[in-house]
């Protein structure tokens, strides 16, 4: 596709419930990034995968949040046991190489991620 | 790492140039400031980006102050389309955008 995709666009999860949200990147992007966009904040970085191989998870902010990239293309977060706190928006973005001059990242719209 | 600063608001006319202020007084020699915007309900978008000198393409200009210590993000001709909060980033480590809260810019008619 033309951008970032993530799925679902919303999702509504009961507490303690694990939930999955996809990210598709652009096709050839090496590098993926989750970012965790609270209510009238700004994101906070999450995670960061180039290619297949996660290079950091410092910002996950507990064990119950996992992503993986397995093929070096589709990523998915797993929040496990939701808590009322991890109602955010979740946005993916990717950039074409892994350089540290990039010429910008592109994002998803997000999932808003609402725990009742 | 450095940090950002930005005002949280600001207003500008539609048609005039919104000149919207970062200051990174702790940026290092090979950091660059990337400017990104954030329109509501929507993933941030890539403006532009520097690292010291001044810098134009089709959304905006970017001058840096010959101390890198601070910046301006120029949009020339605002329009209604340009309400958003609008994020000064100094490239953090590797890889990872280090937002702050940004500068909420309203254009108004």
């Known amino acids: 596709g033309a951008g970032v995709s993530q799925s679902p666009r919303y999702k509504v999860a009961k507490r303690g419930q694990d939930v999955a949200l996809r990210c598709d990147p652009i096709?050839?992007?090496?590098?993926l990034f989750w970012y965790q966009q609270a209510l009238g904040q700004g994101p906070e970085f999450l995670t960061y995968?180039?290619?297949?191989?996660?290079?950091?998870k410092s910002g996950l902010p507990s064990d119950r949040f996992f992503a993986e990239r397995p093929e070096g293309s589709v990523s998915t977060l797993k929040i496990q046991r939701t808590q009322q706190e991890d109602s955010a928006v979740y946005l993916c973005?990717?950039?074409?190489?892994?350089?540290?001059?990039?010429?910008?990242?592109?994002f998803g719209s997000g999932t808003r991620l609402t725990v009742v | 790492d450095a940090k950002t600063t930005q005002p949280p608001s600001m207003d500008c006319a539609e048609g005039r140039a919104a000149n919207l202020p970062c200051n990174h007084s702790?940026?290092?020699?090979?950091?660059?400031v990337y400017w990104y915007r954030q329109i509501h309900s929507q993933g941030p978008q890539y403006i532009i980006h520097?690292?010291?000198n001044n810098e134009t393409n089709e959304m905006a200009s970017l001058i840096i102050t010959e101390d890198r210590k601070s910046s301006t993000l120029i949009l020339p001709h605002a329009t209604l389309r340009d309400t958003a909060v609008y994020y000064c980033?100094?490239?953090?480590?590797?890889?990872?955008?280090?937002f702050g809260q940004g500068t909420r810019l309203t254009i108004n008619p």
């Open positions: 973005a990717s950039s074409l190489v892994g350089g540290l001059f990039d010429y910008g990242y592109t």
């Open positions: 096709s050839g992007h090496v590098s």
């Open positions: 995968f180039q290619n297949e191989a996660q290079l950091d």
């Open positions: 702790t940026i290092s020699g090979n950091e660059y």
């Open positions: 520097g690292l010291k």
């Open positions: 980033i100094v490239l953090q480590g590797a890889q990872k955008l280090v």
